[in-house]
């Protein structure tokens, strides 16, 4: 008895020390070089993209989600609530005064828990870093069809990109062709959704203006990422979300990540690095030698809405 009593305790002990060791619950990361931006608890936190402790950027009552580094990492755009609107913001990557992109007209249903997701989602930098490029749902309001939208970093009415409807996109190299989806269904709670709005990975030629579809799979094929001729995303072909790459000159498909109990949500790529969230924790994969490391994070600060507080009926 007293051995079960010890082995018990034991395992209370380890556990409880494995489980102080790193945090979790964080979402949208975006990965630079050696740093790494994501959010928690709807704030912005910059860590080393080897892990450790990290440190809050943003600390506004509202959401500040979906960030991405500028290409030459000085700059992080953002989807932001400071005032009101759910909106387009850029701050310096080494923190400071966020500075107001876009001003769209108030929806109904703009909120990250709802079904549709909040409206101007951050999806990427042009590649001179002089436009940013977001997801509107301006035109429409009650649809899982939105719109994309390119809004200069300097100031001016962002431009629209010519396409009916748009969601998740990714430029590649040098600007001349886009990956995109044309449904958006990433706040849905359907698994295995294989009908008519089940997504597909498009890709855009901005100089011949065609447009290909390359993955024509019942399953939802989701968030492209252009890296050099392959484009990554991912995919529950298999059931679980899984990053997956198409190669654009050999026309073939391969599974890159294998997990087997979460899906993966969320990948961001920059430069030379892809990093996504899985259950709860965020991983950084290397599209070149395919190798996969989770960054172990810590969380440092009051935790404001984990105190007991008094509430008024």
Excluded at 193 to 212: F, N, V
């Amino acid at each position: 008895m007293k051995y079960w009593i010890v082995l018990f305790t034991t395992f209370l002990i380890l556990n409880n020390s494995f489980s102080q060791s790193v945090d979790r619950l964080f979402r949208f990361p975006a990965v630079h070089n050696d740093q790494l931006v994501f959010c928690y608890a709807g704030d912005l936190y910059l860590v080393d993209a080897n892990g450790g402790t990290a440190r809050r950027l943003t600390s506004d009552v509202g959401f500040e989600m979906f960030p991405k580094f500028s290409h030459d990492g000085k700059t992080i755009a953002f989807t932001a609530q400071y005032d009101g609107n759910t909106e387009v913001y850029t701050m310096p990557t080494a923190g400071g005064t966020p500075k107001r992109i876009t001003y769209t007209a108030t929806l109904n249903r703009d909120d990250i828990s709802d079904r549709m997701g909040p409206n101007n989602i951050v999806m990427d930098w042009s590649v001179d870093d002089q436009s940013i490029l977001y997801r509107s749902r301006r035109y429409t309001f009650n649809s899982f069809k939105g719109i994309l939208l390119k809004a200069p970093v300097n100031g001016g009415m962002s431009e629209q990109l010519p396409f009916d409807v748009a969601g998740w996109c990714s430029y590649n190299y040098d600007g001349t062709k886009l990956a995109y989806n044309r449904v958006f269904r990433e706040f849905r709670t359907w698994k295995y959704y294989e009908g008519g709005m089940a997504d597909d990975i498009w890709i855009y030629d901005t100089k011949t203006e065609s447009t290909e579809n390359i993955t024509r799979n019942d399953a939802q094929d989701i968030m492209p990422m252009f890296y050099k001729d392959k484009v990554y995303f991912i995919s529950d072909r298999d059931r679980i979300m899984n990053i997956f790459s198409y190669d654009l000159n050999t026309k073939s498909l391969k599974k890159v990540t294998n997990f087997d109990l979460y899906d993966v949500k969320f990948p961001s790529l920059s430069k030379d690095k892809i990093t996504f969230e899985n259950g709860g924790h965020i991983y950084i994969l290397n599209p070149e030698n395919e190798e996969l490391n989770k960054v172990d994070i810590k969380i440092k600060n009051d935790l404001p809405y984990s105190r007991k507080r008094e509430v008024l009926a």
